[in-house]
């Protein structure tokens, strides 16, 4: 590419989806803005279980997640999210970026101004990633929140580096969340711990 280092515009990102430089499944060219991508709400949630006790199940980031606190749930068309609920999701699109792009996850202003955050700070996707986003839905709001699935729930925006990765995501040993596909949870207990 000649582009200089910086957030990509609209017509770089078409350019870069035409050349196959970026990768985006499906692609809607009516979901280009000025510095981003809109990205859609997919059909796949993690929930977590509230018991009320919180002693019952404490979390240790070492340990791999208790499947007991957690419902994966696919196929549903509306979910409707709880104030002060967090809830996994994914993005329909697939991406896939060159070890010379990153990108930036962020959410829609419009249902940021609903409550709705859509990470709560894994917002940052290396260069070199290739899978579907998952998403850290939190609800700040004191209502119920009812999200489609289809609907535009997040933007990456995506960032041309002065210098290609020599290590990009997915060469990494540590690249758990290389082809993800629906949402995922934590695989924190996969680092090696000091």
Excluded at 50 to 70: A, G, Q, R, T
Excluded at 73 to 102: H, M, N, Q, W
Aim: a negative charge; one cysteine or more; aromatic letters at 12%.
């Amino acid at each position: 590419m000649t582009y200089n280092p910086g957030v990509l515009v609209d017509q770089q990102i078409k350019e870069c989806f035409e050349n196959d430089i970026i990768g985006i499944k499906p692609f809607r060219e009516e979901a280009i803005q000025p510095n981003s991508y809109d990205l859609h709400l997919s059909d796949s949630f993690v929930s977590y279980i509230n018991e009320d006790v919180y002693d019952s199940h404490i979390i240790d980031p070492y340990l791999p997640m208790d499947p007991d606190i957690m419902e994966f749930l696919t196929g549903l068309e509306k979910y409707r999210i709880y104030p002060g609920e967090f809830v996994l999701a994914s993005t329909i699109e697939y991406i896939k970026l060159p070890a010379d792009i990153c990108g930036i996850l962020s959410g829609k202003s419009s249902l940021a101004r609903l409550g709705l955050s859509i990470h709560q700070t894994g917002g940052f996707i290396d260069a070199g990633f290739e899978g579907q986003l998952t998403l850290e839905l939190f609800n700040a709001l004191p209502y119920p929140i009812e999200l489609t699935v289809g609907m535009p729930i997040a933007q990456i925006s995506f960032i041309l580096t002065s210098a290609a990765s020599n290590f990009p995501y997915g060469l990494k040993p540590d690249s758990k969340y290389q082809y993800q596909c629906g949402a995922q949870p934590s695989r924190y207990n996969e680092n090696k711990k000091d």
